[in-house]
């Protein structure tokens, strides 16, 4: 599955490519609009972090629920079915493939993001624990939409309406101080929002897993919800 992606110049692009060019337009145009923290950390280390929030966003429903429904429809889930395999493992095993491919892909960023400005004391094994619940959230919101959707044209429509509401209410692109009150009431509750305040307070302010519990417990709870009814209701065909 891997080789299937580095060989497609289209997917190399949006996975690697995509991510660096928003964080390189926004550091250009809005950079110098966000202050620096208390810990010592660039303003674009908070651009950072809501650009790595939508490469992991971009990673479940397109590198999932988007490639999944394709597979359906062109009958390759129905062939990797009759593998001497159980059908939990190839599940896990396209979890493993977008996680690999999110995390090369963050990786990139974050360097990127460090030649380029200052960061402040970041607990590395916690920025580790939030990017994996949100990659594991978000693998559970691919697969649970593909057991709703069944085209893969339907696929890109529903996966680009969640995406682009998500990237811009969230806070990954504009902050959510600038959105009226009913607004931010209601963007508060999306997951890439929760995921954004996560990753904001561990790269950008510099705090511990205190900080963040109740966006991991989110996110693990609605990983959950989101896998079990998938299970429920996925179809290979």
């Known amino acids: 599955m891997l080789r299937l992606i580095f060989r497609d110049r289209v997917a190399v692009f949006w996975s690697f490519a995509f991510p660096v060019i928003i964080f390189g337009l926004m550091a250009a145009t809005t950079g110098r609009f966000y202050p620096a923290s208390a810990n010592g950390s660039s303003g674009l280390m908070m651009l950072a972090a809501g650009v790595i929030a939508i490469a992991i966003t971009s990673g479940g ?22 593998l001497p395999v159980r059908s939990s493992v190839i599940m896990v095993c396209t979890m493993m493939r977008n996680a690999v491919v999110t995390a090369l892909a963050i990786a990139l960023l974050y360097a990127i993001a460090r030649l380029l400005a200052a960061a402040g004391p970041v607990s590395a094994p916690v920025l580790l624990i939030v990017i994996a619940v949100g990659v594991l959230g978000f693998s559970g919101f691919g697969i649970l939409i593909t057991s709703f959707v069944r085209t893969h044209e339907a696929s890109a429509a529903v996966c680009n309406l969640l995406f682009y509401l998500m990237m811009f209410l969230s806070g990954a692109t504009v902050p959510r101080m600038f959105m009226p009150g009913w607004l931010n009431a209601f963007a508060v509750w999306l997951t890439t929002t929760q995921l954004v305040d996560a990753l904001v307070a561990v790269l950008y302010l510099g705090r511990g897993i205190a900080a963040v519990w109740s966006q991991l417990l989110y996110f693990l709870v609605f990983g959950a919800a989101a896998g079990a009814a998938a299970a429920f209701r996925f179809r290979w065909s």
Do not use: C, K
Not at 62 to 77: D, N, P
């Open 61 to 82: 429903l397109f590198g999932i629920g988007a490639y999944l429904v394709g597979a359906r429809e062109s009958g390759v889930l129905l062939r990797y079915r009759t």
